[in-house]
């Protein structure tokens, strides 16, 4: 797949990178259809986040298609269409439960604040 990969400040290259592949059981696979920039990735562009290193894929907001999930994933199927947002949530927890999915305990990974 083609990729936006960072390579330090002031310097991106588009590439062919690996497809991504299941690693854990709460994953699912999109295929982008649509995708766009932040703030954010225009402060890594110019420097401002050093903890992101050379090599990394940018890109985290996004509309595309739900292509394969994780054995654990029970909320969505190949095929639906998703919005990929900077803001991600466990959707079992406390917060998620009430509706304001970016207090998340565990934004993205599950959460243990049930």
């Not at 390579?7 to 709460?26: C, F, L, N, S």
């Not at 029970?74 to 998620?96: H, K, M, Q």
Request: charged fraction near 20%; glycine fraction near 12%; include cysteine.
């Amino acid at each position: 797949m083609n990729a936006l990969v960072y390579h330090g400040p002031g310097q991106r290259a588009w590439e062919e990178v690996p497809d991504p592949v299941i690693e854990e059981p709460t994953d699912a696979i999109v295929r982008i259809d649509s995708a766009t920039i932040c703030g954010t990735d225009l402060h890594i562009l110019k420097g401002d986040v050093p903890e992101v290193e050379p090599g990394t894929i940018l890109g985290h907001e996004a509309v595309g298609t739900v292509m394969e999930v994780g054995s654990a994933v029970t909320t969505l199927e190949p095929g639906d269409r998703v919005l990929v947002s900077c803001i991600t949530s466990c959707g079992r927890c406390r917060f998620c439960r009430k509706g304001t999915t970016a207090s998340a305990a565990a934004a993205g990974a599950g959460s243990s604040d049930t």
